[in-house]
């Protein structure tokens, strides 16, 4: 469907949403709509979008289908991808109604991303959040996390490995340093 790769080459769907939270841009599936539809004008395609509720092993989730489809000589020719997205009935600060209305969105956005073969992998949420754990910030030890750390110290071999670990999660001042060295 040369009509199909027309679409794909010429659509350009800029991230224009940001997320303060993560700090991230990203576009949702009404930015994609707003980019392809004067595009679908142009090639006479048809863009239909369907939804269809689904569960498997006790999951519910909602498939979304776009699917791009042109008339030729009294023929209809059309290519369709589909994506799932599950949806949480019990999602904080949502009723029921936005919980399907967010993963209908949400899967409707990557339908049309592979159909359109959008690529999200450049600042993508999904992409390039750093899902990796944060070493955690490390903070002053109290004075009796600092003596059980000194007593540890000169403890055992399993009480010492138990300071050692310790020591890792702790700032320590001048003074403490001072101490902690003459003890490893």
Known sequence: MKELIQIQAELKAPKNQFNAFGKYKYRNCEDILEALKPLLLKYECTLILEDEVKEVAGIVFIEATASIQIDKE????????????????????????????????????????????????????????????????????????????????????????????AMQKYNFNKDQNEILNGLV
């Open 74 to 165: 009294g023929r209809t020719e059309g290519r369709a991808v589909t994506a799932q997205a599950g949806i949480d009935i019990n999602r904080k600060g949502m009723d029921i109604a936005q919980s399907f209305g967010s993963s209908s969105s949400y899967a409707r956005k990557y339908a049309l991303s592979g159909l359109l073969l959008i690529d999200d992998s450049y600042l993508d949420p999904d992409a390039s959040n750093d899902h990796t754990p944060k070493a955690p910030v490390k903070v002053a030890p109290t004075e009796e996390q600092f003596a059980y750390i000194v007593r540890y110290l000169n403890g055992t071999d399993a009480q010492r490995k138990q300071a050692l670990e």
